[in-house]
């Protein structure tokens, strides 16, 4: 699937410690690919990937903490700002007015379904809503629409099947205002394929309805053709929001993703199976992180780089240049670390580090710490910022003094030296690096 797909190219990213603009590009070209295949239109395609492109090759990428981390967390925000950013909620007049509700879209995609769904959220939101059967070409569709009605305890409108769509839909929007309901969804007759007779029918509703929602319902499993669908409904009809269903059953993902890059409407809600319960809002971001299948990684990074102190950052980098580093700034490196807790696990992925990561994750746990603490300040400061000055009585004295055995300091000189190394290997880790790319 396409998630499957972009995890593998991000799994490759993450595994590099450095990346460069070629890296970046055969990366993106695999994103590229795997939306072409999930069935994303090209040319959205074409223009997501340029946009990631401009921002990841970039210095502050490039130089991040965790570059690859950055551009996968690039490609996440370029996703979200796709799917339109922000939730888009469905319109509703003031309860003590009548909202009329028009569904529409082709045969099979989930109109009467998602009508009845749809009553009972808004049921469940303190409306009266009434279901009105306007497809009157099947027999079955009205008996559908009032088994479903019942289920939900929703009043079915219906006048049989020998009156024009648009005299059934007057009437129920008569009969509603007389009975105080405020909300009257619509379920209109779709057809196999767009068809003149169909956007006849709908339109001769709008005509003489105040038809304030038209909600376009699309078979995700049907990718662009959906997406071809919604803008043929928006250029005949005018669309005012999209309801993507079966999404329980795409495995591949580009309706979602281009609906509102093409049509320039927003998807209000997503059909996530049979059962009246499966319909729920749409948000862009949470789609987005599904879509990446993430979700935790991106909360890491986000925690990274609230977390890291840039100044103190910086400074210690300079020591590090100057071979300056000692026992205080171990502390305090320790402390940072402690600070972004679970950032040890995103730095594990990175290659040649797994084992190490191990030791540190057990030398910032809670009781070491305190007495990596207690052996520290029992240094004097010339031994703090000059380790090599440690010798076997040295180190006696710093044991006594700080209550613990002398094969305990040996251990903490023997990490601090590690860590000291695995810094001078790279530079960018643990917070000691060059700008970490605050803005992406
Ligand atoms: P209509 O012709 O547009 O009115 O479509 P229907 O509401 O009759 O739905 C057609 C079929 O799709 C039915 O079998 C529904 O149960 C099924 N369906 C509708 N929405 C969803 C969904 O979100 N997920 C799944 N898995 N099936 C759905
Ligand atoms: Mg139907």
Request: aromatic residues 4%; glycine residues 8%.
């Amino acid at each position: 699937s396409l998630s499957d797909k972009l995890q593998n190219v991000f799994k490759n990213l993450r595994g590099k410690g450095r990346l460069s603009e070629a890296d970046v590009k055969a990366s993106l070209k695999e994103v590229k690919m795997a939306l072409l295949e999930a069935d994303v239109s090209f040319k959205v395609v074409k223009q997501f990937i340029k946009s990631v492109e401009e921002r990841a090759i970039g210095a502050d990428v490039m130089n991040s903490l965790t570059p690859g981390q950055q551009v996968v967390k690039i490609v996440h925000e370029e996703l979200i700002s796709l799917m339109g950013s922000e939730t888009t909620e469905l319109k509703l007049k003031n309860p003590s007015d009548v909202t009329v509700l028009m569904m529409m879209g082709l045969q099979g995609a989930g109109k009467t379904t998602t009508a009845a769904k749809l009553a009972g959220k808004l049921k469940s939101k303190g409306r009266k809503v009434l279901l009105v059967a306007c497809d009157v070409y099947r027999p079955a569709a009205i008996k559908q629409l009032q088994v479903n009605g019942e289920k939900q305890g929703v009043e079915v409108f219906t006048m049989g099947e020998n009156q024009k769509p648009v005299n059934i839909a007057k009437g129920a929007y008569e009969y509603a205002r007389k009975n105080n309901f405020n909300v009257v969804i619509l379920d209109t007759a779709g057809r196999l394929h767009v068809d003149e007779d169909m956007m006849e029918e709908l339109q001769q509703i709008k005509e003489n309805l105040h038809v304030d929602q038209a909600l376009l319902t699309v078979d995700a499993m049907t990718g662009q053709d959906a997406v071809n669908v919604a803008t043929v409904f928006n250029d005949k009809i005018g669309i005012d929001g999209v309801i993507l269903t079966k999404l329980d059953g795409d495995t591949r993902g580009g309706a979602a993703l281009s609906v509102k890059a093409v049509t320039g409407k927003p998807i209000l809600y997503i059909g996530m199976g049979e059962k009246l319960s499966d319909l729920e809002q749409f948000y862009p971001d949470r789609m987005a992180s599904r879509i990446l299948g993430m979700g935790d990684v991106l909360t890491l990074i986000e925690k990274a780089q609230e977390t890291v102190d840039e100044e103190k950052a910086k400074a210690m980098t300079q020591k590090l240049k100057k071979a300056q580093f000692g026992f205080d700034d171990y502390l305090e490196s320790m402390n940072q670390m402690k600070k972004m807790g679970g950032l040890s696990s995103v730095l594990a992925m990175m290659p040649g580090l797994g084992s190490q990561m191990k030791d540190i994750e057990n030398a910032i746990d809670e009781k070491k710490m305190a007495r990596t603490e207690a052996i520290i300040l029992s240094m004097t400061p010339k031994e703090r910022s000059n380790p090599e000055i440690l010798n076997p009585s040295r180190k006696h004295r710093i044991a006594r003094g700080a209550g613990v055995d002398i094969a305990e300091v040996n251990r903490l000189v023997k990490q601090f030296e590690q860590m000291r190394k695995m810094m001078k290997q790279m530079p960018g880790m643990m917070g000691m690096g060059g700008k970490r790319g605050k803005k992406g």
